[in-house]
């Protein structure tokens, strides 16, 4: 995430923050605790172009938001 980016929301899940960016479209997915792990990485895109995302939630195996055109969208961690 880029300090331009404007926050839309966000979900932890699995020792893992997965950000929306409403400035972009996109979902951002990082370590919770970057360095802390060895082969920690940055944070890195996992989905882009979602019309103004927001409402994230979690379960076991998928994230999930809402949309500007009111669809929920699901992706497998």
Known sequence: MT????????VISDNQIYIGESSDDNIEMAPLMPGKNAGAREATVTAAGQMKLTQFAADPTNIYWRTDDCKIMKLAK
Do not use: E, P, R
């Not at 300090?3 to 966000?10: D, E, Q, R, V």
């Open 3 to 10: 300090s331009a980016s404007t926050l839309s929301g966000f």
